[in-house]
């Protein structure tokens, strides 16, 4: 990639200057997370999709890149800001750096900046479309990035392009993935369970994917606004109480959705891996990861028959829903981690056991 | 669940006198703990002998008991306050040892006291090495091959079958005490034998050595309702083979996997919940380099270092939360101090890098072993918050004050490339700047790692360094490399070195180049909360985050990293300026680089920067924040020393000028000041090399005490008898040159005495008048020091009225002045003065009940002593004593002769009154550690000089019932005198002599006194130092042992243990 003199100019007008590594001009909605460690699945994490994302923990790629982190085959961001990348990695682990990485995935990456200040715009601002450009752009070609619409078919972009199947066939319990831009390890949390698992693309019809009779049905998370997917909810609303059903992010997003429920854009999300949750049902707190820019609507779900079992402790945003009608939960954050703290895979075990597993 | 109801009146243990292994971070966590348990109207009794700390302050506790931390003292502090709830797991080792003691006595059920947060068997089960290793077992947590020893044939015999290295690890101990590695029989003898010897309950563990692999440690908190959370994971640049407290460590951790991290964290939280721990717990790990292999080296089921660390680190207030926790809160429902709008139940993420660097005492020790290993020998440490790891390095080195200012050590210079190459292979202080050094010569990064086996990762980052240094060497220095340099942690002074300017100049450029440094707050969440608290770093980015504010604002030095010479009690110092300050309606500034203390706490001051005390860094901070002034005299020798340049930029300092602390310090300058008003000091010259020492010597006459000019805690001071020892001095103690003279004083010797008075320009109030038991010569540090003085005339109190006052008023002191004064036939003599804090005031403070700091730091402000509504002069003297003594380390440091002299040597002190001074005595004694037998042999083994002095005292303790035995010399000698003595045999004749007596427990104290130019002194080391081997106490001055069995006979007729709040002494 070209290394010149770049920098990210927001929405708002504010300007950041750094080095930018690019083979083109970037737009996006830009965002921060908060994590220190695993970048490389935050890297590879379809849910930032579409998406400028800033590492606030300032010295990245120390133990360089490894195909074992993926959570996704490459990475889908629009560019990607740092304070440093480290161009040097130690670990027995390394197999290439950020910077080869991010190459071979040709996403712009802007380096030597004041990742903090960024973010403290963000924080007050809510998130804000930006780009990542060469210092010596014209202003009126950056305005006319800035002007870029919307993007609304990110789980289109992200989503498998056609069915396939993983874990062992004589496996316990036969689940039905549908795929808006899961996670790798979510898979194999399922599969570790005892699961086999058939993964469809986003928009397959809800009819396709009975016809398997599964045992119970898991819907992914995914990037962009859960009120695009209109297909997939129409959908959801076709498998709602044929089978056990867990969602997770995205998956919970939609299912409230499908069930009358309302979503809406948060000022600036949840991202990191130390976000705080209760889970009302066992009186826990959990340390979770997340990632998300939109949230069950609460006020929506006024008469509803769908029960919040999880609140953030910070903001107390919803954070898990349990469906009294059908035997389905879902949660807004990510209990396979990857990155993040490990402590939420119980939450597989709730799911196995409503397909009639101990 | 709200706070548990049946809790109304808590006693909570400190935990004691700075020493090596525990400092000043137990006066930062039980003064949070305090303050957290007064905040829910909980009744608070305070038991701590340490009398320099905050915590010890009467508005900490509600009852504040400054008594040794021993259980009979403790039970009788119970059976008078009747505590329902004790809270031991924030002082430290010593607190929870005390609380395990207390419990198995029956002390708490006699007094139905119950035990907060961590519970007993939540203890035993991290302590006791068996049960940690079955409840490791049980949770399938790998743990090192090892096995548990009470006897140095097992310890054999496990190394028979697992071979070696093998680490030694005595079982409750503090900072690794005994501990070592072993790599053959004959050191796995030596070291399991001490272990033993220092474990209270006789216990090593005697474990295959993981040396070279990382070393990882997690702090952790959870609460009765099992929620569990880690608030900070930190990397150990040096790796597995070094204690943790003498390793430079970084936080978060850099060099692991997400994988790694979490694999980690789990097994941290599983550990803390199977333990049961309710507060803080600390769990180390060793990490295989090259694989996901790890084993739990150790747990901590407390505070400790390693969370007051993780504290300042992260902002998140550990020792807070703990307390919160023990009063029965969960931690959710306890607010995030630092963001006011969430919970303590989260996990802070940082956008910045943490580098601590442990500060040892080997520039007082020189002769001390400088090798690092499983025994930790740091007396504190310094923490440099930074956005890259480069310019953490260089800031905390600028933090730590050992005359650098860059990772640059001059005497390696003249060392040759191989030279540099071998000492990379030491494992001392040094290593960090070895290797830069060798980095210099050519070393590169895989040579470097074969031999230390230190991550890749942070070799590359000091090669860095060395790199940029070369571009600045050999580049035009453009506004971009300046920038890029200054990104990376460089000084300016550095900077000027490479490119041929000054440190003003580059600064100077940098002003005209706008490249300045921008302040960001430490806010626990990486930016994703507004903040509320002021806790800043500096960094060169782009955006500052200080908010403006239109109030008087006044800046506090404070004292950097504890040291010997320098410790808590000037924190305590800088803390209640900050205090006085706020109530004179300032805001406040405070700039301080230690994170083991109270001043560095985000509450204190208003505004909190965590910078190196280096004049650049300074006036950044007093750039940015442009306060009216700088108050410099209760930071310690650190803040005086940067008194002078800080004035020379044009910065106001308050209080005391640089010129009267230029007129103390400059000798010439200070005859003038005595000649003028009449007060006379042992004659003295101030000289440049060898011959103007022998001629000044003969001058004056021997002994004469030699120093260099400008010290504190009298570094590199000593007596000398004769010219012969006067040359070695010359020329090997000091550097002696026109830029660094040295004083050459006739030792005169007397009772020495030692004032802290307060004046205001026109008023001087002396709260007090200590005396000292050890003649002049000890160092006052070392001295037991006692108020009121006991044998002092009246004539001689008057003079020291009348001295004090001129001093003073002559100096045109505004503040704090501290005199050192020689009593000899009826005579008054001044040694020393210092227009600064010293460090007796937080203990006359707390004896006369005037709070020294406050009214000195008003004074400076410009309110006199009488508008602060107090009478001038000298306080009427109270009814009781009051006696600090002091407390060494010796046992965590080898080859240090513990004699006492004009060098200091302890680490810390404790405190205590009575009303009969023997009482108080025998209580400082049992609080300093001093183990004083009941009944035993005592070896008495004396210089010539000493001998006639030395008969009353061994007749003292033979009337005491004590058996003497002393070498043929000493014993005829005594015998003449109609003392019944035993023969030992001298230490170099062969066994069994007395080395052989002292080894096997035949000798339960020693009395010796240093010859002077013989060869016995080797024997006399040796006796010293086996002394500190076998833990017996080993009394090196004459006046010691003197008061000791005075003390002692006064306990004998009676036993009485009393103990007095500081709220209720009658102070008027």
Request: with cysteine.
């Amino acid at each position: 990639m070209q290394k010149v003199k770049g920098k990210l100019v927001l929405k708002d007008g504010s300007v950041y200057e750094g080095t930018l590594y690019s083979t083109h001009k970037a737009v996006g909605e830009v965002v921060f997370t908060t994590g220190m460690s695993g970048y490389q699945e935050t890297l590879t994490d379809p849910s930032f999709c579409g998406q400028i994302v800033i590492f606030t923990y300032p010295q990245i790629g120390n133990y360089g890149c490894n195909d074992l982190f993926n959570q996704s085959e490459g990475c889908c961001y629009k560019g990607l800001i740092v304070s440093e990348l480290c161009d040097e990695p130690s670990s027995w682990r390394d197999e290439g750096t950020v910077m080869e990485f991010l190459e071979k995935n040709d996403i712009p990456v802007l380096t030597g900046v004041d990742t903090r200040a960024i973010t403290r715009r963000i924080r007050s601002y809510g998130t804000l479309q930006g780009v990542l450009v060469p210092a010596d752009t014209p202003d009126d070609e950056i305005q006319a990035l800035l002007a870029t619409p919307e993007e609304h078919d990110q789980v289109a972009q992200v989503t498998t392009k056609k069915v396939y199947t993983m874990g062992p066939e004589d496996a316990k319990y036969s689940v039905a993935v549908m795929d808006y831009g899961v996670k790798r390890h979510i898979l194999e949390c399922l599969v570790e369970k005892g699961c086999k698992l058939t993964v469809f693309p986003a928009e397959t019809p809800a009819e396709e994917v009975l016809a398997i009779d599964p045992d119970g049905i898991f819907l992914s998370n995914g990037p962009g606004d859960p009120a695009d997917l209109k297909p997939e909810i129409e959908n959801i609303k076709k498998m709602i109480g044929k089978k056990p059903i867990f969602g997770i992010c995205m998956g919970h997003q939609v299912m409230a959705l499908a069930n009358g429920a309302k979503t809406k854009k948060m000022l600036f999300g949840h991202r990191g891996i130390n976000q705080p949750v209760r889970d009302l049902v066992d009186h826990k707190i959990c340390i979770t990861s997340q990632n998300h820019g939109y949230m069950v609507d609460e006020d929506s779900l006024k008469g509803l028959p769908i029960e919040v079992i999880n609140r953030s402790l910070n903001d107390n945003t919803i954070e898990g829903l349990r469906y009294l009608d059908h035997p389905t939960f879902t949660v807004q954050y990510h209990p396979e981690a990857s990155p993040g703290p490990s402590g939420n895979a119980y939450l597989f075990d709730r799911f196995i056991k409503m397909m009639g597993g101990h | 669940m709200p706070k548990k109801e049946n809790v109304k009146k808590v006693m909570v243990i400190g935990s004691g006198p700075i020493i090596i292994g525990q400092a000043a971070e137990f006066d930062y966590s039980g003064t949070q703990a305090c303050r957290a348990l007064k905040e829910e109207g909980l009744e608070v009794v305070l038991v701590n002998s340490n009398p320099a700390t905050i915590m010890t302050d009467v508005h900490i506790a509600d009852r504040v008991y400054v008594e040794p931390l021993d259980v009979e003292f403790l039970e009788a502090i119970i059976a008078k306050e009747r505590p329902d709830s004790l809270l031991a797991t924030l002082g430290g080792q010593i607190g929870l040892n005390l609380a395990i003691e207390l419990d198995k006595k029956g002390i708490l059920k006699k007094y139905n006291v119950q035990l907060l947060g961590t519970q007993i068997a939540s203890i035993m089960k991290a302590e006791d090495r068996e049960l940690f290793k079955e409840t490791m077992e049980k949770l399938h947590q790998p743990i090192p091959q090892s096995t548990i020893v009470e006897s140095v044939d097992a310890a054999k015999e496990f190394a028979k079958k697992v071979g070696f290295p093998l680490i030694v690890r005595p079982a409750y101990t503090l900072g690794g005490t005994g501990g070592g590695i072993a790599h053959n029989m004959d050191q796995l003898d030596d070291i399991t034998t001490k272990g033993l010897m220092y474990s209270l309950i006789g216990q090593a563990l005697i474990e295959r050595s993981v040396a070279g692999w990382k070393e990882i440690e997690y702090e952790v908190v959870r609460d009765h309702e099992d929620n569990c959370i880690t608030v900070c994971n930190m990397e150990n640049i040096d790796p597995v083979g070094v204690h943790t407290g003498d390793s430079i460590v970084v936080a978060p951790c850099q060099t692991l996997t997400d994988r790694e991290v979490q694999m980690l964290r789990t097994a941290a939280i599983d550990i803390v919940r199977e333990l049961g721990v309710e507060g803080a717990c600390n769990v180390q790990y060793a990490l295989n380099p090259d694989s996901e292999e790890y084993i739990v080296i150790e747990v901590n089921p407390r505070v400790s270092r390693s969370s007051a660390l993780a504290s300042k680190a992260t902002g998140y207030p550990i020792a807070k939360v703990a307390a919160k926790i023990a009063a029965g809160y969960t931690l959710d429902e306890i607010e995030n101090a630092v963001t006011k709008k969430t919970s303590a139940c989260f996990e802070p993420t940082l956008d910045y890098c943490v580098i601590k660097i442990p500060r040892w005492p080997f520039d007082k020790f020189v002769n001390a072993d400088h090798t690092l290993g499983t025994q930790m020998k740091a007396t504190g440490e310094v923490m440099a918050i930074e956005r890259n790891i480069e310019a953490g390095l260089l800031k905390a080195v600028r933090c730590l004050e050992i005359g650098l200012i860059h990772m640059d050590m001059p005497e390696l210079h003249k060392l040759t490339d191989q030279e540099v190459f071998d000492k990379v292979r030491k494992v001392d202080d040094e290593r960090l700047f070895t290797i830069a050094e060798a980095f210099r010569r050519g070393m590169t990064v895989d040579q470097a790692h074969a031999i230390t086996k230190i991550d890749e990762f942070f070799l590359r980052k000091i090669r860095h360094i060395v790199e940029l240094e070369v571009r600045l060497k050999s580049e035009e220095l453009t506004p971009e490399l300046l920038r890029e340099v200054k990104e990376r942690g460089f000084a300016d002074v550095t900077i000027g070195k490479l490119v041929g300017k000054t440190g003003l100049e580059i600064r100077a450029l940098r002003k005209e180049w706008k490249i300045l440094p921008v302040y960001k707050m430490v806010d626990t969440c990486a930016a994703e909360f507004d903040a509320e608290t002021p806790y800043y770093y500096s960094t060169y980015g782009v955006e500052d985050e200080v908010e403006d504010t239109p109030n008087k604002k006044v800046l506090v030095l404070g004292s950097g990293p504890i040291r010997i010479g320098q410790g808590v009690e000037f924190d305590y110092c800088s803390v209640h300026s900050v205090w006085a300050l706020k109530e004179l309606g300032y805001e406040t500034i405070i700039v301080n680089n230690n994170p083991e203390t109270v001043s560095t706490d985000f509450d204190t001051a208003d505004r909190l920067y965590f910078e190196p005390l280096t004049l650049e860094d300074v006036l950044n901070v007093i750039d940015r924040e442009k306060p009216e002034g700088v108050i410099v005299q209760f930071g310690g020798q650190t803040a005086i020393n940067l008194a002078g340049p800080l004035n020379d930029c044009g910065v106001k300092i308050l209080g005391s000028s640089v010129d009267s602390i230029d007129r103390a310090e400059d000798r010439e300058r200070f005859d003038e000041l005595l000649t003028s008003v009449g007060i006379p000091r042992p004659k003295g010259h101030t000289v440049f090399d060898i011959e103007g020492a022998l001629k000044a010597a003969n001058d004056v006459g021997y002994p004469v005490m030699v120093r260099p000019s400008y010290v504190l805690g009298g570094r590199a001071m000593e007596i000398v008898y004769n010219d012969d020892e006067l040359k070695y001095y010359m020329n090997n103690a000091v550097k002696a040159s026109q830029e660094h003279p040295v004083l050459v004083d006739h030792y005169l010797m007397g009772t020495e005495v030692e004032v802290d008075a307060i004046c205001d320009g026109k008023d001087v109030l002396m709260p007090g008048i200590m005396e000292h038991i050890e003649r002049a010569g000890v160092h006052s540090g070392d001295s037991i020091a006692v108020y009121p003085p006991r044998t002092l005339s009246e004539h001689v109190i008057e003079q020291i009225i009348d001295y004090t006052n001129k001093l003073a008023l002559g100096l045109e002191v505004h503040g704090m002045i501290n005199i050192q004064y020689i009593v000899r036939d009826e005579k008054l003599y001044v040694i020393e003065v210092n227009p600064r804090s010293s460090r007796t005031v937080p203990f006359l403070s707390k004896v006369t009940g005037i709070s020294m700091v406050d009214v000195a730091t008003k004074c400076a402000m410009g309110v006199s002593i009488r508008e602060q509504g107090l009478e001038p002069g000298l306080k009427l003297f109270p009814d009781y004593y009051a006696v600090k003594a002091p407390v060494f380390s010796f046992n965590k440091m080898t080859d240090v002769d513990i004699t006492l002299g004009p060098e200091m040597k302890s680490t810390g002190e404790v405190m205590c009154i009575d009303a009969q001074f023997p009482r108080a005595l025998y209580k400082a004694c049992i609080a300093a550690g001093t183990h004083i037998p009941k009944s035993g042999a005592i070896l008495i083994t004396v210089a010539d000089q000493d001998k006639d002095e030395v008969v009353p005292i061994a007749e003292g303790f033979e009337d005491l019932g004590y058996e003497l035995v002393a070498t043929a010399g000493t014993a005829k000698f005594l015998e003449e005198k109609g003392i019944h003595v035993g023969r030992v045999e001298k230490a170099s004749a062969g066994t069994p002599n007395l080395l052989d007596d002292i080894k096997e427990g035949r000798i339960c104290m020693v009395i010796n006194t240093l010859t002077h130019g013989s060869d016995a002194t080797r024997d006399g080391f040796k006796i010293r130092r086996s002394t500190v081997e076998h833990a017996i106490p080993c009394l090196t001055s004459l006046d010691t042992a003197r008061a000791l069995y005075k003390a002692m006979g006064a306990m004998r007729r009676r036993h009485v243990v009393s103990v007095v709040a500081l709220q209720d002494l009658k102070t008027e």
